[in-house]
């Protein structure tokens, strides 16, 4: 891969506020045309990274490059990036065409020129019947369109998106998703999208970086970081799991032979595991098949049915008081257990992960 | 309207908006009592005539307002000319309010920046040390301003006790000096409206501005002062309203050449050698210009929101 591929390259980055440091030393390559997402909990460090790329944080170490070129020393309105912010931080003086105009005309676009570009703009972002209202006269998607819109205008190298849609509520959220990313393949720019919710990185992006505590844990394609995670935190923030304490009896060629709560052994694959010979055995809920009791890997009581609709969740409990949570598909064919029986689970080969801490 | 409301009628959401009749009484009556009358008795009085040891005669004529802009002669009976006098006064009272107002702005804008960029704990003791002079009374802030600024005071006397100057500024009497009164009178008035709406801007449109290849003057001219802007309306009005009618510090700090409309009111109204219908009707026409520059701000405010 040549340097022109890469649009961001965050090189051993590191930030201290005071004592506390922020991140520790951050690397990873953000190629061009990718839909790049930082994800992670609060305090993870994502948008101090994200700020960092836009020139609002200086870096205590490391290098940020644009295309090759350092572009730390640079202040923000130098920066060839632009940023939507979670709150959009539309001017509020200013009608839907000024505030697309302000970056166009503050980057040396004529008048003109930039009147026309904004039209465009508006268009590809379907507000052109809104260009004179002002922010306050708009829905929260709309606001939220018109930032896209002002952001994308002035052809930036980049594209910030700090958690764009948490204002938004559920149905638009989904509707925006899927125009976000068609955007993002129209205009062909490397979108760098922070958020702390797992569904929406999952759903769009090309990879994603999964954060916590100041350090990258992974960083993959939604499937890689899905079914593969790499430590017990990965499995346990992407989607749903469940972590079983696990004995390792030998570990070979990726492979690991372990013993089950339930006194069973177990082979599966082997991401990590910890120094003393334990781990967690991480199994998705819905890679678990139900059984006649002793008739699986292990056997669980039954606690309790919820009901979501698409899939019925069952909570159990293995004997040693772990918790399993298996999600059955509300099927016809679905027979549910009652509560209080004891069942076997077998779990789906090859889908359970041997992980460290 | 509250739509769906039946006219006439108020509905239960105009009573939780304030609206509701009853409620408002109090409020219709003080401002009857104590706005209204008190303007309306001005007016009157403004063409009535006056009585020799102050108070009037309840003759109604036009001979204030006549005296205020016409120049007759000694005896009354020369052809009618404009008489500057008065107009000159009122033309230097707004002088000398605007540079006030000016002043207030270049130093309260600033200051109420740093305050409201300050944590929260830091602020009210900003704001508390900002209005300390307050509880002073003004006429001895302005005498105090007096001492401060005179040849033989405290400033002049640094100055060239450090070599800065050789001869006394002499600030005491002059334009100048009447200004730095009222801009120390009413600096406050600017600050507090003004921080008021800084405190509430929001600064990630700073950060929005600069994403936007804005530095940091574009900034300020493009998105923070248009965004404070109703704040600085209200310190400026603020600020100016009261110095035009000031005459402590026209009194106090300036000389004869830097006499206000307010002194002229004041002069009219005290002792027994005043002329109170004169008095009133030189009131009456500061109130006309107050009022007429309110409604051209109110009328481009609506403008610029439609």
């Known amino acids: ?357 | 309207m509250a739509a769906g409301a039946p006219d006439g009628a108020s509905s239960k959401s105009d009573i939780y908006a304030g609206n509701g009749p009853r409620l408002m009484l109090p409020v219709w009556v003080f401002i009857g009592l104590f706005l209204l009358l008190p303007v309306a008795l001005m007016g009157v009085y403004s063409f009535l005539t006056k009585e020799f040891r102050g108070g009037v005669i309840w003759d109604f004529t036009l001979t204030a307002y006549d005296q205020f802009f016409l120049d007759r002669g000694l005896f009354g009976d020369d052809p009618a000319k404009i008489e500057w006098t008065y107009i000159g006064i009122f033309w230097r009272s707004i002088w000398q309010a605007g540079m006030a107002t000016i002043m207030c702005l270049l130093i309260g804008f600033p200051t109420a920046w740093f305050i409201a960029t300050r944590d929260a704990k830091t602020r009210s003791i900003w704001l508390f040390l900002i209005t300390i002079p307050y509880w002073v009374n003004l006429l001895i802030r302005t005498v105090s301003m007096k001492f401060l600024i005179r040849d033989t005071g405290p400033l002049n006397e640094f100055l060239m006790w450090s070599g800065v100057i050789n001869e006394p500024l002499g600030l005491i009497n002059t334009n100048f000096a009447v200004q730095l009164g009222l801009f120390y009178s009413y600096l406050p008035f600017m600050v507090l409206p003004i921080y008021a709406a800084v405190e509430r801007y929001d600064f990630s449109l700073s950060e929005a501005a600069a994403d936007l290849y804005a530095n940091v003057w574009t900034i300020l001219r493009l998105v923070i002062l248009p965004v404070v802007k109703p704040g600085i309306i209200a310190g400026c009005i603020l600020v100016f309203v009261p110095s035009l009618g000031a005459f402590l510090a026209p009194d106090l700090l300036g000389g004869a050449k830097t006499f206000m409309i307010g002194s002229l009111i004041e002069e009219q109204f005290k002792g027994n050698a005043g002329n109170w219908p004169f008095g009133a009707a030189a009131s009456m026409i500061l109130l006309s210009i107050v009022m007429a520059v309110l409604l051209i701000y109110a009328r481009s405010q609506t403008k610029g929101d439609k």
């Open chain 1, 1 to 357: 891969m040549t340097s022109s591929d890469i649009a961001i390259d965050i090189d051993n980055v590191v930030k201290r506020y005071g004592a506390f440091t922020a991140l520790h030393g951050v690397s990873m390559q953000i190629h061009a045309n990718e839909f790049f997402t930082l994800l992670g909990p609060s305090g993870c460090g994502k948008t101090t990274l994200l700020r960092s790329i836009a020139g609002f944080e200086d870096v205590n170490e490391g290098a940020i490059r644009l295309y090759g070129n350092d572009i730390a020393p640079l202040p923000p309105h130098k920066r060839p990036i632009n940023t939507v912010f979670q709150q959009y931080a539309l001017f509020p003086h200013m009608t839907v065409t000024e505030n697309v105009m302000f970056g166009l005309r503050r980057s040396g676009w004529s008048r003109i020129e930039a009147a026309t570009r904004a039209d465009d703009v508006l268009k590809l972002v379907q507000l052109s019947n809104f260009a004179d209202r002002k922010p306050a006269q708009l829905s929260g998607g709309q606001q939220q369109r018109v930032a896209l819109a002002r952001a994308l205008a002035p052809r930036p190298k980049v594209l910030l998106l700090d958690e764009p849609l948490s204002a938004l509520d559920l149905k638009l959220r989904q509707a925006v998703r899927v125009e976000l990313k068609q955007i993002q393949r129209e205009t062909g720019i490397a979108f760098i999208f922070v958020t702390h919710d797992q569904e929406e990185a999952l759903t769009m992006s090309d990879r994603i970086a999964v954060m916590s505590s100041g350090h990258v844990q992974q960083i993959g394609t939604p499937r890689e970081i899905y079914e593969t995670p790499i430590n017990r935190f990965v499995a346990d923030f992407i989607g749903e799991t469940n972590l079983l304490n696990v004995t390792v009896q030998s570990v070979s060629e990726g492979t690991a032979q372990v013993i089950l709560p339930s006194g069973h052994p177990f082979s599966c694959p082997a991401a990590t595991v910890n120094s003393d010979g334990t781990g967690h055995l991480s199994v998705r809920p819905e890679r678990i098949e139900l059984c006649p009791a002793g008739g699986g890997d292990l056997d669980v009581k039954v606690e309790s049915q919820v009901y979501l609709g698409t899939d019925i969740q069952l909570h159990t409990r293995v004997a040693d008081g772990e918790k399993m949570i298996v999600r059955l598909q509300n099927a016809q064919s679905t027979i549910l257990p009652e509560i209080d029986t004891v069942v076997g689970l077998k779990i789906e080969a090859g889908a359970a992960r041997l992980l460290a801490d």
